[in-house]
């Protein structure tokens, strides 16, 4: 059974940094692309971030470019979103996708003095 | 970007009848290698989202036979045949053809009247 499951998540003020992992099984983390995909609180979907199976190509939105970093680390079968220079608008439950067919139960992340 | 647009955005619904969900692109969904990547997810209130539908019309592994995606081009509808009370919540189309980003609709709310 494929499993993901963030974490990470909290209260941040502005200005500050997390870092999101998500932990995955139950397929060869390895064979495939990974996205980072939020949801803000009564809003729809928004994509945030995609890294290739081998880590070698990777796309951010615009909204965190410059901002966030997407990576990975398969011997670990472990995803990460390192968020930099944290906005109120960044407030969310973030969500890592196996390409965009499995999703996590999601991570929430607050952005407030 | 492409923009994904759904109507209608909330959509009651009599158990046991049907509904139906529109869904529109800014352009061309159809792919150079022939295929039509959009895709179609449910999420359900505290729920993190599932996909159903991919590539247009193929019903992911699980999903009632109830559900249907059809379309091409620009035009595309999420058909649930018999509305069942499991079924309320928030559906989205997503276009994974012109990437990144991948878009999402802004969503359809579904409850029983």
């Known amino acids: 059974e494929v499993q993901l499951v963030e974490s990470g998540g909290g209260l941040v003020q502005p200005g500050g940094s997390l870092r999101l992992s998500c932990a995955a099984s139950?397929?060869?983390?390895?064979?495939?692309?990974m996205n980072w995909v939020r949801q803000a609180p009564g809003k729809g979907l928004e994509w945030v971030s995609y890294?290739?199976?081998?880590?070698?190509?990777?796309y951010y939105a615009d909204s965190v470019k410059g901002r966030f970093t997407i990576s990975r680390d398969n011997a670990k079968n472990s995803l990460y979103l390192q968020m930099n220079s944290l906005r109120a608008e960044d407030t969310a439950v973030y969500y890592c996708a196996r390409r965009i067919d499995y999703w996590g139960q999601g991570t929430l992340v607050t952005v407030s003095s | 970007d492409v923009v994904m647009t759904q109507s209608p955005i909330s959509l009651p619904v009599t158990l046991g009848q049907p509904a139906s969900i529109s869904c529109r692109s800014s352009?061309?969904?159809?792919?150079?290698?022939?295929?039509?990547?959009l895709n179609w997810f449910q999420q359900r209130p505290g729920q993190s989202p599932r996909r159903l539908i991919y590539k247009v019309f193929n019903r992911d592994s699980g999903v009632p036979d109830r559900f249907s995606g059809s379309g091409s081009g620009t035009d595309f509808t999420l058909e649930i045949s018999r509305v069942e009370a499991e079924d309320v919540g928030v559906y989205y189309c997503m276009q994974g053809t012109h990437w990144p980003p991948w878009t999402f609709g802004q969503g359809t709310k579904v409850e029983i009247k």
């Open positions: 890294i290739s199976s081998s880590g070698s190509t990777i």
């Open positions: 352009q061309s969904l159809v792919y150079s290698d022939g295929n039509t990547y």
């Open positions: 139950g397929f060869t983390f390895s064979s495939y692309e």
